[in-house]
């Protein structure tokens, strides 16, 4: 397949060169292309690299590289079929993801167009970080079974820049990588806690505004704020109230209060909960909110 340089590309709107978009929709999307091909969409003039996309200057080995190793120890009949089909399963993969990200930039390019427009510092950011970030997005992609999630993972990418200011480049990757490891029960259980609790959210102290403190210190929480019906009638038992809080706490989604009923324990929203259900929705979905 011949390569394309986008170094020499002609100046392109300012929403289409956030990832070349054309290149995703008219290469990516409807042919078949190697993880190498990827890397050249994505590249930058000062990136050092080989032409045959092999071993680059630093010594890095990409993860292919291994996946070759484990196959080829196959016999010949099975190492063949398993190498066609991981290769296959990659390009879905990134197909998926490119899809998705397409789809939502599409659908926010009037947006993002406009906080093209009257920021310099957005602009900044775009050109510094969302090109890097997209690359992030797709190697996240090829490493996470769930489609999902992977949809998930371009969400994020792309609702990090329908903001202005948008959310810096480590937030984004730190909430890409949370979706990487949030199942579907996960997620539903997040987003149920995000709806009963989005709207106390107190922005300064990053946390959700949920409990009332009386004299005497006595605390109580805000009526309807603690979506345990909900979560019960989404099919959610006692197991997974004791399981899933204590997974979105691990990863700083939420934060218990353990001094409040229990067990199983009320938990309030954090600030990173707040962007992952934002960011994770795709534009259907936030409309449907």
């Not at 949809?151 to 890409?176: C, F, H, K, W, Y």
């Amino acid at each position: 397949m011949q390569s394309v340089d986008v170094r020499h590309e002609p100046q392109r709107p300012l929403v289409d060169q956030f990832v070349g978009w054309r290149y995703f929709s008219h290469a990516a999307v409807d042919k078949e292309i190697t993880h190498c091909e990827w890397f050249k969409l994505f590249h930058r003039p000062n990136h050092r690299r080989r032409d045959d996309c092999g071993q680059r200057g630093t010594g890095y080995l990409p993860l292919q590289h291994w996946i070759d190793l484990v196959i080829d120890a196959l016999p010949d009949v099975v190492g063949a079929v398993a190498k066609r089909a991981v290769l296959a399963d990659r390009l879905d993969k990134q197909k998926l993801l490119t899809e998705v990200v397409v789809n939502e930039l599409q659908y926010h390019a009037r947006r993002i167009e406009h906080f093209c427009a009257e920021s310099s510092e957005f602009r900044r950011y775009v050109a510094e970080n969302f090109r890097a970030l997209t690359i992030d997005a797709l190697k996240k992609a090829e490493q996470t079974r769930s489609n999902d999630r992977i949809r998930r993972i371009g969400q994020i990418l792309v609702n990090s820049v329908t903001v202005n200011p948008p959310a810096t480049a480590d937030v984004t990757e730190e909430l890409m990588r949370t979706a990487m490891q949030l199942s579907d029960r996960d997620a539903l259980f997040l987003g149920e806690i995000y709806n009963a609790q989005f709207r106390f959210f107190d922005n300064a102290r990053g946390i959700a505004a949920v409990v009332h403190e009386f004299e005497g210190g006595v605390r109580q929480l805000r009526p309807d704020s603690w979506p345990l019906e909900r979560l019960r009638n989404a099919g959610f038992d006692h197991a997974d109230l004791m399981a899933i809080p204590a997974k979105l706490v691990s990863l700083g989604l939420v934060q218990p209060f353990e001094w409040l009923d229990g067990p199983p324990y009320p938990h309030f929203l954090l600030r990173n909960g707040l962007l992952f259900v934002r960011y994770a929705r795709s534009h259907s979905e936030k409309f449907a909110e």
